[in-house]
């Protein structure tokens, strides 16, 4: 079966590092499929990122995936094939052996290819002396001689941003045409020269870039080449889900295209996010990084969304079925024993002192109260909803030899009431239902209690659900004394105690712990 994680990034730069970073914090299962080829590797450092002014590239994703590994996330390199629906999520094909994973959500960060134009030797110079952005190279070529290779419409507004950071600027007009008057005259002002002519290649001596060769054969002298290149998102996994890559827009000229995203990242397809050059292909380092961790937040309140979905779901199902007698024999026929084999010690406490007469032990399980009451002297109806329970009851009353005084009955009380007005003493020890079932079962309780009886309700009370009693976190199903008693008629009962008792109890595992205890006790007038 393939492994499933909450979230696959695919991409291993900023964008996908900070994503899955922040994931694996929030706890979830990450997985990074990172092909090894980000963008930026030609670049010898990473600028304009507080704090990692100046850090080597692969230094930088290198302490990335250290502190994604640190807080569980995991790697694999190689290439998404292709991604598609599964169910709930997604499965993904990777290269090399038909190998796949599947994800509940997608965190794509698969950045972007430049496209340089072609001219010989432009290509082996990038990302050195072959330049984009004035913002990540832009200081590193102050004051040199920089010539900007006009490719496209846009290229005299790079030549004037360049200007920026030289004085020395030159334009390659290369296959465009000559400038206007009105441009001529702003390029005059700035002093940025026109050079007409087709560029040929790149001149480089010694390893480093020493200027251009014309197609006249006359070679312009230079440190650095500035080029608009084609900016094209690696969106092949994103296609085959149904998104196409969208045109970007500079006034009225096309620069590239990405996948278009709302601001968190989500795209049209649902549990599909963006971050990143995919998506925004004006994105430096440090910006695309936050995007990863705007997507990574968006990803988790969804999948934290989805997670209360299907735990509503359970818990309607968990309440609808626990308390029923499918249930109740499941946990007896698990175990050999479920409870202690002493009587509930509120029992104890309230009963040692009555008179002896008629009780109802209500949900009598393995029978240990009902035990103690005829060992006590009382005749007792013991009752549960569960077989196997009442099995081994009456083998515990026959090996306390009180088996004769203990009447043993498989029963509902929702659908079988109790004879009323028919016992001394009625006792539910902890016994939970849905509310108005709860209340409706009490009352029949109630009634059954004959004049001058006792009745007795004990439960978990709701702070038992603060500390460390471990619980089944039902709150619905947990009650107060003064719950049960504001049902109970004053001008019928009379409330002896209606109150939380605390005591000690240990755990399976030996740890000492403190209940409590929802007591009511009242005699009926």
Known sequence: MDETYDVVVVGGGAAGLSGALALSRARRSVLVIDSGEPRNAPADRIHNYLGREGTPPGELLAIGRAEVAGYGGQF?????????????????SLDGGGESVRARRLLVTTGLTDELPDVPGLAQRWGRDVLHCPYCHGWEVRDRRIGVLATSPLSVHQAEMWRQWSPS??????????????TAERLAARSIAVVPGPVAAVEVTDDALTGVRLADGRVVALDAIVVATRLTPRADVLVGLGLAPEEVMMGEHVIGAQIPADATGATTVPGVWVAGNVADIRGQVITSAGAGLTAAAAINADLIAEDTRDAVAAYRQLVATTFEEPAWEERYQSRPTVWSGRPNPQLVAEVTDLAPGRALDVGSGEGADAVWLAEHGWQVTAVDISSTALSRAAAHAEA?????RIEFTHADLRDKPPTEEAYDLVSAQFMHLPPAHRRELFGRLAAAVAPGGVLLIVGHHPSDLWGSAHRMHMPDMMYTAQDVAADLEPAQWEVLAAEERSRLATTPDGENITLHDAVLVARRR
């Open 76 to 92: 694999r390199t190689g290439r998404v094939q292709a991604a598609t629906r599964d169910d709930d999520g997604f499965r993904l």
């Open 169 to 182: 600027v030159l334009l390659l007009l290369h296959d465009a045409p000559a400038p206007d008057a009105e």
């Open 400 to 404: 306390a030899g009180v088996g004769d």
